[in-house]
């Protein structure tokens, strides 16, 4: 079983940022994709950033590419998303999954493994 933690989250002005980190335990994710996805109140979880095991198989959403940069330490087991330039609909609870597989993905359904989830909030 692999556990992972998000943490970095908190309360941001627009332009603002934020750094989150995803720590894995149990097990290393080394070999596994990784993704950050996002959910704001009475919407549905949507994707933000993947990365395959080894760093070469990068992709953003489009709302979040060219602000958002994820990131991988196999050394450490953990994966960064560093958030630039915040705006206000940034606003959500992010989580960190991780998928058997060792490619990136960008549905929520390929990834196995979820953390808790850690609050971001951008102010106006």
């Known amino acids: 079983q692999v556990q992972l933690v998000e943490s970095g989250g908190g309360l941001v002005q627009a332009g603002g940022s934020l750094r989150l980190s995803c720590a894995a335990s149990g097990r290393t994710v080394s070999r596994n994709g990784m993704g950050w996805f996002r959910q704001a109140p009475g919407k549905e979880r949507e994707f933000v950033a993947t990365?395959?095991?080894?760093?070469?198989?990068?992709n953003y959403a489009d709302s979040v590419k060219g602000r958002f940069t994820i990131s991988r330490d196999n050394a450490k087991n953990t994966v960064y998303l560093q958030m630039n330039s915040l705006k206000p609909e940034d606003t959500a609870v992010y989580y960190c999954?991780?998928?058997?597989?060792?490619?990136?993905?960008?549905?929520?359904?390929?990834?196995?493994?979820w953390g808790q989830g850690t609050q971001v909030t951008v102010s106006s």
């Open positions: 999954a991780a998928r058997y597989y060792s490619g990136s993905a960008s549905r929520p359904n390929e990834y196995d493994y």
């Open positions: 990365i395959s095991w080894n760093g070469y198989s990068i």
